[in-house]
């Protein structure tokens, strides 16, 4: 089930846990050479016809990344995209890797916190 409700989104809010993980992420965003060596670790890049989307680089470069260069000044839909690349097209089972050392677990993690504190989430039944 997907949540998101229709309160408005607060950039301030984003961009102080942005600001929290700024060396980490500037550090992780500048050493991606965009390689795609990462891309065959993820089981659900394998099982989907090895779509691009799939791909935790392109999990990381277009969640937190856009996060990132935007500086949290995002809107309600693209937050709704970005839910949709962590959750839907990641299930975070860590076995992403990446050769240069990026931890995109812990990015792909970070991007969720960013979509939780704006109520933009996947809820499970249970």
Not at 35 to 64: Q, T, W
Not at 69 to 86: A, C, H, M, P
């Amino acid at each position: 089930m997907v949540r998101s409700l229709d309160t408005p989104v607060d950039p301030a809010a984003i961009r102080q846990q942005l600001d929290a993980n700024k060396a980490k992420m500037k550090l992780s965003l500048s050493v991606c050479a965009h390689c795609s060596l990462c891309a065959e670790s993820c089981f659900l890049f394998m099982a989907n016809d090895k779509a691009p989307k799939y791909m935790p680089s392109y999990k990381f470069i277009n969640s937190i990344g856009l996060l990132y260069k935007r500086k949290g000044r995002v809107n309600r839909t693209e937050l709704e995209t970005i839910r949709d690349i962590v959750w839907k097209d990641c299930v975070l089972c860590t076995r992403c890797y990446c050769p240069l050392g990026i931890d995109i677990p812990d990015m792909l993690t970070l991007a969720r916190d960013i979509c939780r504190s704006q109520n933009v989430f996947l809820e499970y039944d249970a």
